[in-house]
């Protein structure tokens, strides 16, 4: 068995959806990926890879319960709340998110980890809804992601374009059901190689 951990925030968890445990991208990619595989969802919401921010998620249970678990393929998307004022800061991110991923590397299973930069922010009525900001994501974040895969290694899905416009995502932030079936699809097709 073959077991895969996806760490992330609340569009991992499945914010938003009606029954996250079903809908969520985490618990279609299990349905994509069947028998030989198990899936565990270990997002968080408003979860932050800084570990200053406002909810790191490194001081939460599932990031513990995760690295317990000793997967064998981490796909870990972290970002989106590091676009909050008050959590951006480019060298704390990089130097955090580094960290992050060096906890996984070195876990005993060695397990293939793979860098998700989130789906982009979009404005609603011009403005950005709960305090994310698509400027940060597009000029901070998802560079850092990048070169934080490139530097250390590692695949990267970057999920900048999985999206054009805010129609599977009505707050600006989390995938709708159609929105996280195309998720877990780009993802599937990502690490089946």
């Known amino acids: 068995m073959i077991r895969v951990a996806c760490i992330g925030d609340s569009i991992t968890w499945g914010f938003t959806l009606l029954n996250p445990w079903?809908?969520?991208?985490?618990a279609l990619l299990q349905e994509k990926l069947g028998d030989g595989y198990e899936v565990r969802n270990f997002g968080y919401n408003d979860a932050s890879a800084r570990f200053d921010a406002d909810t790191p998620y490194v001081r939460k249970r599932v990031y513990r319960d995760s690295l317990a678990w000793n997967p064998d393929i981490v796909l870990l998307m972290l970002g989106t709340n590091d676009t909050k004022i008050r959590n951006w800061d480019?060298?704390?991110?990089?130097?955090?998110?580094?960290?992050?991923?060096e906890s996984y590397r070195n876990l005993s299973s060695r397990p293939r980890v793979i860098l998700i930069a989130?789906?982009?922010i979009f404005l609603i009525l011009g403005k950005p809804l709960l305090g994310v900001h698509p400027e940060t994501m597009e000029g901070g974040v998802r560079p850092a992601i990048r070169e934080i895969a490139d530097d250390m290694g590692l695949q990267l899905i970057d999920l900048q374009d999985l999206f054009i416009d805010n129609q599977l995502c009505r707050d600006g932030v989390h995938p709708q059901r159609t929105g996280a079936r195309m998720l877990a699809d780009t993802i599937y097709s990502s690490?089946?190689?």
Do not use: L
């Open 22 to 26: 079903k809908q969520s991208y985490p």
């Open 191 to 193: 690490i089946q190689w």
């Open 90 to 101: 480019p060298d704390i991110f990089r130097r955090d998110y580094r960290k992050i991923v």
């Open 118 to 120: 989130p789906i982009r």
